[in-house]
């Protein structure tokens, strides 16, 4: 009985309940079967009190681990939702950047077509000035040629007939020396 006490006192459950488990026992035994069903009384209670403590323990235990999955799944649900907030920006932002690449391609393509027109232009313009310097130099030379074409027939002529004047004094000479032999 003073286990008994001490257990009380210092709200051992479990050594109460085997104190009055072991009591009502020794009372059963000694045939003060008062005494001996009050503490297999108290045992029970004892008992189902323990059993229920574990059981409120336990159930806390799942509660909390409930609880725990709960906000576990609630995490899990939130971390999806930032991952799919997150490659959603991903996305936006690459397709800002390819837009952006495409729009500075075309620019620079632009520039560039503006570059080579300019160039082209330039070029053309050049080639039509040589043109026409070549087209003016080419008449020229056509006049010079057509010029020294007619001062060489011109002089071809001329040497025809000196040639011709130097054959007939020289005719004219042989048939002298002829007439003077004769």
């Known amino acids: 009985e003073d286990v008994l006490k001490n257990a009380e006192e210092n709200n051992w459950v479990t050594l109460s309940w085997i104190a009055h488990a072991f009591l009502g026992n020794a009372n059963a035994k000694n045939g003060n079967w008062n005494k001996a069903a009050f503490h297999v009384n108290q045992a029970l209670e004892t008992a189902i009190s323990i059993h229920e403590s574990r059981h409120s323990r336990q159930l806390k235990v799942v509660q909390s ?6 906000a576990q799944a609630e995490l899990e649900i939130q971390k999806q939702e930032f991952d799919r907030v ?3 920006l991903r996305n936006k932002h690459l397709e800002r950047n390819w837009l952006l690449t495409v729009i500075i391609a075309i620019a620079l393509t632009l520039v560039l077509v503006f570059y080579l027109y300019t160039k082209i232009t330039k070029i ?5 000035r040589q043109k026409s310097n070549f087209e003016a130099l080419n008449i020229e030379m056509k006049q010079t040629i057509e010029q020294r074409e007619m001062l060489i027939q011109e002089v071809h002529h001329r040497v025809k007939n000196n040639l011709q004047i130097i054959s007939s004094i020289l005719n004219m000479q042989a048939s002298a020396e002829q007439e003077k032999s004769t």
């Open 86 to 88: 997150k490659v959603e």
């Open 65 to 70: 681990k409930n609880e725990a999955d709960i």
């Open 124 to 128: 053309n313009k050049t080639l039509s």
